[in-house]
């Protein structure tokens, strides 16, 4: 228990004795209760008592009857001053005759009375005491929420470190076609923005939002960008991803939190993109022509159910010249002004159909509007503009190959991998990420496998869809059968009941290059005799087949596709050393 | 998602005369400040009704927290069934705002909402 300081300003010895011996006594009656005796300290004057005041701290300053008599007013404020934000009560002696009507009393708390009824004194001082000891322990709690609110403010910021890490493996910095803008409303967010790309060069986006804000949102991110990071650039397909995320979050989740996530992949190439939005304000595409389309929620926030209907709820979309997509959380739209009106759907609508204007960009004009219209900042922020079709996007990640470069010199090998996918396998499950972790490890693997993930993504893709599944590319040829195709695709594929894809590799070192063949076989009844009319869309599979392999081989009346790449130098001796980045096999198709 | 800083909204309870249901009703801002008084309106009905209704007539808005309450309700629902019999949840009166919210988050799958 801290000890009471008592501090007697009194010139008069006597009456300062007579001062601490009522002091004594109360301080012996109070100890039988356990309390620390009351320590006193006599000082002549307020000169001397400020003099000493920091260093002896007292809980109760008592001027004598001689001092009361000279107290001035300038010392009794300093007086005041010094005790700072703690209650230092300052009590003055008063003969009985001068405690009714006296002039000298102000400035001080209260009086005691000369001469001195001892119970009357202690029971003043007693009160006096606990006031005191009430006063303390309400700083010691502030002192201590203090302390506590400090570290925890460090502890977030160490958390914000591993956060912040945790998108370093982002490529949201590699392409001008990405703008984003994350504003966290605490320390940490509970909005997560991810990138990356999968092996065959689709890149995937992802924008989430927790429930909450804070530490208790940013844990989430843990897993969500562990399992999207370790996943995508593997080859895992888009929906596969998509339901390990709901699973794992939804075990471990608390019941009441959960993630409202929109993620979407992008084919550079073949211009398409699947969209799955799980409880996210709608994104938005602008087409060039300004046409505005929202791409409304169409599944529970992740986290809710363990069950899911992920292959239902993407959408997809075909990509044209110009289309933007804007990518938003809820923190914009529910951005309030001080008469708690929401920014709303409509005003930002607005602004992405008004487009740039004198200068400023559709999404800078967001960020301005947003932050005027909001007097204070309620919620985590975050807006995400990507141009759709710009050409980074397509250029294959030449610099990283570069770089990557001394990796690719060792011996490429020779070998060979068969596999047989039954339905089963073909229904739910998705070869390839395993098929090309198992190629990632063979010798030289490096020079190949872009080429390597695209040809056989084409090609299995064209097994299943067209020789499995009998699917028919010609409906991809309107907008609404593009939609339809992925429709059925995944109908028809969850109740898939037979059929097989067989996948065969052989790799082969020539010295200084080497080839691989890869042929894909499936249960459909083959390619058609006579080449028929496609849609624009729906011929891009085999032509990107055709700029990645030196031949391309297929019968009519057999499903099976013969592919061959080539590195290296299988033309010339001579270029051998050149930058692997630059492509040296040629296009020799057979027949389409 | 938001945590408002409004302490202006209430819950209010009652079983009306039939006594098979339980209707709950959130007045103002449906959000974590409600929490407390949220799970204290269902917790405290023993036995617990054939249905939970919570009333949103009143309800200005309803942030993540309010959806992860709900979800706490679906789930007591299932903690207190017995003999094959579970207490279901409905959400009635919801104003334009409100049943936006609800359906962006696609809830209609998981409660009806009428």
Not at chain 1, 6 to 30: C, F, G, K, N
Not at chain 1, 51 to 76: H, N, R, W
Not at chain 1, 516 to 525: I, M
Request: with cysteine; charged share 25%.
């Amino acid at each position: 228990m801290p000890s009471f300081r008592v501090l007697i300003i009194e010139r008069d010895t006597r009456e300062a004795a007579e001062l601490r011996a009522q002091l004594e006594d109360w301080e012996y009656t109070s100890s039988s209760v356990a309390a620390s005796p009351a320590e006193t300290c006599t000082v002549d004057d307020a000169g001397l008592a400020l003099a000493i005041y920091q260093d002896y701290q007292p809980s109760l300053v008592i001027f004598g009857p001689c001092a009361s008599k000279t107290a001035e007013k300038v010392q009794l404020r300093q007086l005041r001053q010094y005790s700072g934000i703690e209650p230092v009560p300052i009590l003055f002696v008063l003969d009985q005759k001068e405690a009714s009507g006296s002039p000298n009393i102000d400035g001080c708390d209260d009086i005691l009375v000369r001469p001195y009824s001892p119970p009357l004194v202690q029971l003043k001082l007693a009160s006096i005491r606990r006031f005191c000891e009430f006063g303390r322990s309400l700083m010691a709690q502030r002192d201590r929420m203090r302390r506590h609110h400090a570290d925890f403010l460090q502890e977030q910021a160490n958390a914000r470190e591993i956060f912040g890490n945790l998108g370093n493996e982002s490529c949201l910095d590699d392409t001008p076609a990405i703008r984003y803008h994350l504003s966290p409303r605490a320390v940490l967010n509970g909005d997560v923005l991810a990138a990356t790309h999968a092996p065959d060069g689709k890149l995937v986006l992802m924008l989430g939002d927790f429930a909450g804000h804070g530490l208790a949102a940013a844990v989430g991110a843990v897993p969500l960008t562990s399992i999207f990071y370790s996943m995508i650039p593997r080859g895992f397909s888009f929906t596969r991803v998509l339901k390990e995320i709901n699973r794992k979050l939804h075990d471990i989740l608390p019941r009441q939190m959960f993630c409202c996530l929109a993620m979407l992949e992008l084919d550079p190439r073949r211009n398409h993109l699947r969209l799955l939005n799980a409880g996210m304000p709608s994104p938005c595409v602008k087409s060039s022509d300004g046409k505005l389309r929202l791409l409304e929620s169409r599944h529970l926030p992740f986290g809710v159910l363990a069950a899911d209907q992920i292959d239902s709820a993407v959408v997809n979309l075909r990509v044209y010249p110009g289309d933007r997509l804007f990518l938003w959380s809820d923190g914009i739209h529910e951005a309030r002004n001080k008469c708690g009106e929401h920014f709303g759907e409509s005003r930002l609508l607005e602004l992405v159909q008004d487009g740039d204007h004198s200068g400023e960009s559709a999404f800078e004009r967001i960020l301005i509007a947003v932050n005027a219209h909001a007097s204070q900042q309620h919620d985590d922020l975050s807006l995400v503009e990507m141009d759709l079709a710009h050409g980074s996007l397509l250029r294959p990640r030449c610099e990283e190959m570069e770089n990557n470069g001394n990796r690719k010199g060792g011996r490429v090998g020779e070998w060979s991998i068969n596999l047989r996918l039954a339905d089963s396998e073909l229904r739910s499950g998705d070869p390839l990420p395993h098929l090309l972790g198992v190629l990632a490890q063979m010798p030289g693997a490096a020079r190949f496998q872009e080429e390597l993930a695209i040809s056989l993504g084409e090609l299995f893709r064209n097994a299943l869809e067209h020789g499995v599944l009998g699917l028919d590319s010609s409906l991809k040829c309107t907008d609404e059968g593009f939609v339809h195709y992925y429709d059925l695709m995944a109908e028809r594929r969850s109740g898939l009941s037979h059929g097989w894809i067989e996948i065969s590799l052989r790799c082969r070192d020539r010295g200084r290059g080497g080839e691989l063949q890869l042929e894909v076989e499936d249960s459909g009844p083959g390619f058609p005799h006579v080449s028929e009319q496609k849609g624009v869309y729906s011929g891009r599979g085999l032509s990107l087949l055709k700029t990645i392999c030196r031949e391309l081989e297929t019968r009519p009346g057999s499903s099976r596709v013969r592919a061959v790449i080539e590195w290296g130098s299988g033309v010339a001796p001579g270029q051998a050393g050149e930058a692997p980045g630059e492509k040296t096999v040629q296009t020799r198709p057979r027949s389409v | 998602m938001v945590v408002s800083d409004r302490f202006d909204s209430r819950v209010f309870s009652e079983v009306p005369d039939d006594g098979n249901a339980l209707v709950i009703r959130i007045v103002g801002n449906f959000d974590f400040n409600m929490h407390r008084e949220f799970q204290r309106a269902y917790r405290n009905v023993a036995p617990p009704p054939k249905q939970f209704i919570v009333d949103l007539s009143a309800t200005d808005h309803l942030d993540s927290a309010a959806l992860g309450m709900l979800l706490l309700l679906r789930d007591y629902c299932v903690e207190v069934s017995r003999e094959g019999f579970q207490p279901d949840v409905e959400l009635v009166n919801a104003n334009a705002h409100v049943s936006h919210i609800l359906s962006v988050s696609n809830f209609d799958r998981i409660f009806s909402i009428r």
